[in-house]
Nanobody, 122 residues
Framework: QVQLAESGGGLVQTGGSLRLSCAAS????????MVWFRQAPGKEREFVAA???????YYADSVKGRFTISRDNVKNTVYLQMNSLKPEDTAVYLC????????????????WGQGTQLTVSS
């Protein structure tokens, strides 16, 4: 079992930047695929970005070129650097840990953090 704790959310203006962090404890972090999801009010949870144990990265089309996911296996932390933020990025951002070789974008497995709120004002 993995315990996850997100941080770094807040209020930012359109065009601004913010970095989210997700600290993990428990199971060997380096073996996990780390995935960011987000959920806006009244909408379904959606995939944002993922990083595999080998640091291969994947992004939703809506954030490609603006967001960057990275990991620090010494600090057991995954980051999401968000630039050129838009009001439609407003959501609760959730960190998810899945098996390194079996992760999916569906978000139906693994461990979850409680989320951190990002609000982008227009």
């Amino acid at each position: 079992q993995v315990q996850l704790a997100e941080s770094g959310g807040g209020l930012v203006q359109t065009g601004g930047s913010l970095r989210l962090s997700c600290a993990a404890s428990g199971r060997a972090f380096s073996t996990l695929a780390m995935v960011w999801f987000r959920q806006a009010p009244g909408k379904e949870r959606e995939f944002v970005a993922a990083i595999t144990p080998f640091s291969n990265t994947y992004y939703a089309d809506s954030v490609k070129g603006r967001f960057t996911i990275s990991r620090d296996n010494v600090k057991n932390t995954v980051y999401l650097q968000m630039n050129s933020l838009k009001p439609e990025d407003t959501a609760v951002y959730l960190c998810n840990a899945q098996g390194g070789s079996s992760w999916t974008r569906r978000g139906t497995s693994g461990s979850w953090g409680q989320g951190t709120q990002l609000t982008v004002s227009s």
